[in-house]
């Protein structure tokens, strides 16, 4: 079947009606969340302006602007951008939204001086446009911002082993060549990618250099497990105990990486 470039934003205008009955209010995800939210929360400051890549349904965003800082939330699906307004409207706070697709970097206009720039829960991996993102934050940015990214890794212990088990091959090795073909809710099919952080880091530097390197999702199995974990609370909360504790970079579902401009 062919890969329509333009299918990333359809396929995830379709999810985004679901996604947080789905995913974002699983007790897993929320955990995972709460993680990246004391990272985002030591990065971030009250006042600060930050950027946020593929918003989503504004989880993130949400959770920054209740805390006092000014976010411009992105994303290249207008229903995701609509749910997410939505959402921050209805508490009451301010953000600002912008249609911006990470595959088409010659449209990619935005006012504003950002203080730090994230995308969680990947993004990223929607595209393979490192290096002209990093060229245009660079241009974009305050001296010492931080760059912090949430990337589906290129090896997932979890997929493989429950997927390897189930005797499903194609699922199991699907990220080991750096790039896969994903369907959301039967739309069209797209590409996917998989950056190591190594490779991901080379695309930002020399500007932006690596600080910090954890995993999300080591223990914590990828989304698609998550019900078989969910259903057998004694042993969601002794993985979530072991990630806490342990969370190493490799093997993980995501890995969540931090840069500053140098
Ligand atoms: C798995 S969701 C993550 C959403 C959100 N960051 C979160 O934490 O829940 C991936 C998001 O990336 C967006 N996305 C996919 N392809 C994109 C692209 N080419 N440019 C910008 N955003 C894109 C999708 O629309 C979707 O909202």
């Known amino acids: 079947m062919p890969i329509i470039s333009n299918a990333v934003p359809a396929s995830f205008d379709r999810l985004a009606r679901t996604y947080d009955a789905e995913f974002t209010h699983s007790a897993i995800a929320q955990w995972l969340r709460a993680r990246v939210w004391q990272r985002l929360d030591a990065l971030f400051s009250p006042g600060m302006r930050v950027l946020e890549i593929g918003c989503g349904t504004g989880e993130d965003a949400l959770h920054l602007a209740q805390r006092g800082v000014e976010v411009v939330a992105t994303d290249a699906s207008l229903v995701m951008l609509a749910v997410a307004a939505q959402k921050i409207l ?89 790039k896969s073909t994903a369907q959301v809710h039967d739309g069209n099919p797209f590409t996917v990618y998989y950056p190591s952080s190594r490779q991901l880091a080379q695309a930002f530097a020399p500007v932006f250099s690596p600080v910090r390197k954890t995993g999300l999702g080591v223990f914590l199995p990828p989304s698609d497990i998550f019900p078989v974990i969910e259903t057998r609370p004694t042993l969601m909360n002794l993985l979530m105990n072991l990630e806490s504790r342990l969370a190493p970079p490799v093997l993980a579902d995501h890995y969540w990486l931090e840069l500053q401009k140098i």
């Open 90 to 178: 209805a508490a009451g706070l301010t953000a600002t939204f912008h249609h911006f697709d990470l595959n088409d970097p010659q449209n990619w206009k935005l006012d504003s001086i950002f203080d730090g720039v994230y995308s969680n829960f990947g993004p990223l991996n929607c595209t393979h446009h490192w290096k002209p993102l990093a060229d245009f934050l660079e241009q974009k940015t305050t001296a010492q911002a931080y760059l912090a990214f949430g990337v589906m890794g290129r090896f997932c212990l979890w997929e493989t082993l429950w997927h390897g088990f189930h005797l499903d091959w194609r699922t199991a090795t699907r990220r080991w060549s750096g």
